[in-house]
C-alpha cells in the first residue's frame, strides 16, 4: 500500500491527487489521506509549520500499517525531514521527486508555483537538495492554492502565461509544476509549450511504485 498523505484539509485536493495517483499506477494499491486537522491550503513557512504535528500523527499511523512508501501531497515537501524520522517505510515529498525527475530530463529546469510566498521555501529546498545549480527560476503566477479549484479556468490561464513566459525567458529544458492542486494541468501545458511538464504527484508515484 502507498499512502499519500495531503497535509491541508482540503478533500478535494486529496481526491485528485489520489485520481492522478491511480491512472499513474493502477496495479499498485493507493490510497490518499487528508489531515484533517491541518489549514485549508499551505502558502508559506506559517501554514507549513501548522501542518506539520497532524502530519506526522498520519505518517505514523501509515508507518504502522505496513506501508510500502509514504507520499507527501504538499509541493514544499512539509515536515519531510520529520516524516523520514519516524516512518519505517521511504517517505517521498512531491517538490523533491519532481525535481529529481526534471533533473533527468535536461540540465536546467524553472518551477512555476503559486504565491509569491512560497517562492523562498521552494528555492530553499532546492538549494538543500543540492540541485541550486540546475534551476532557472521560481516563479510565482499569483494564483492563490485553492484558486485553482474554485476558479479553475481563471487560474489554469494565469498559471499557462507563467509557464509561457518560463519557457521564453529561462533557458530551461522542462518547467515543473509547483503546487499539488496543479495535477490536472500537464496536458494544457504541454499544448501551450515544447518543454516537458513535470508534475510532482506523478513523479512522486513512479518513484514510490519503484520502492
Request: charged letters at 20%.
Amino acid at each position: 500500500m502507498i499512502v499519500l498523505i495531503n497535509p491541508n484539509s482540503t478533500v478535494s485536493m486529496t481526491d485528485a491527487m489520489e485520481r492522478i495517483a491511480l491512472d499513474v499506477a493502477p496495479d499498485f494499491k493507493i490510497v490518499g489521506w487528508t489531515s484533517h486537522d491541518g489549514p485549508p491550503a499551505i502558502q508559506g513557512p506559517e501554514d507549513g509549520a501548522a501542518s506539520v504535528p497532524p502530519l506526522l500523527e498520519l505518517v505514523a499511523k501509515a508507518s504502522e500499517l505496513g506501508a510500502r512508501a509514504v507520499i507527501i501531497g504538499c509541493f514544499d515537501d512539509t515536515g519531510l525531514n520529520e516524516a523520514r524520522a519516524i516512518a519505517n517505510c521511504p517517505v517521498i515529498g512531491i517538490g523533491q521527486a519532481a525535481y529529481h525527475m526534471a533533473v533527468l530530463a535536461g540540465p536546467r529546469f524553472s518551477v512555476v508555483t503559486t504565491l509569491e510566498v512560497s517562492v523562498p521555501v521552494l528555492e530553499e529546498n532546492i538549494h538543500a537538495y543540492g540541485l541550486a545549480g540546475h534551476l532557472g527560476r521560481v516563479r510565482a503566477s499569483g494564483v492563490a492554492v485553492l484558486d485553482l479549484e474554485r476558479e479553475a479556468d481563471a487560474a489554469a490561464l494565469r498559471v499557462l502565461e507563467e509557464i509561457s513566459a518560463a519557457a521564453r525567458e529561462d533557458d530551461v529544458d522542462s518547467i515543473v509544476l509547483g503546487c499539488a492542486g496543479m495535477v490536472d494541468l500537464p496536458s494544457r501545458a504541454e499544448a501551450a509549450t515544447n518543454l516537458r511538464i513535470i508534475d510532482g504527484v506523478r513523479a512522486a508515484v513512479q518513484i514510490a511504485c519503484l520502492m
